[in-house]
């Protein structure tokens, strides 16, 4: 069964994503920041990470977005940000206008349906690279 990494540092968000996707059948294993998020996948590379953008700093899952796609050794997983960080006051940090290697954006909150058809999607298919959201358009979608 395929391998999740979710990193993000809310507990209760952590726990509602883990029981969706574990209830489909994926192994999904937690970190709280990008530190520990990076530790996990190099001791076991997942399948595919959930990644969360204001964690430890504020862009915390930016910077774990490039070090999973630039080490070779994590074997360049999909990964899917998800963040609110559109409706945050720490919008302006984004880097709205910097590549991010990432192959979806969700908001949140995150629609579990929403979710479970862009892991689907992820895991059967090749990367997809897309273009994160602008910041006025936090419903943003890659399709």
Do not use: C
């Not at 998800?82 to 969700?106: R, V």
């Not at 298919?125 to 910041?135: I, Q």
């Amino acid at each position: 069964m395929p391998r999740i990494l979710v990193v993000d540092d809310d507990p209760d968000f952590v726990e509602i994503i883990r029981l969706v996707l574990s209830a489909k059948g994926y192994h999904v294993q937690t970190a709280s920041n990008g530190e520990m998020g990076l530790r996990y996948a190099r001791e076991r590379p997942p399948d595919l990470v959930l990644l969360d953008v204001m964690m430890t700093g504020v862009l915390d899952g930016v910077h774990v977005a490039h070090v999973l796609s630039e080490d070779p050794a994590l074997g360049h997983p999909p990964v899917i940000m998800i963040s609110s960080i559109a409706d945050s006051p720490m919008s302006g940090f984004f880097p709205t206008d910097e590549y991010l290697p990432i192959d979806a954006w969700l908001s949140k909150p995150v629609q579990p349906t929403e979710l479970l058809k862009r892991v689907a999607m992820l895991l059967g298919k090749g990367r997809k690279e897309v273009a994160p959201p602008t910041l006025a358009d936090d419903d943003a979608e890659d399709d």
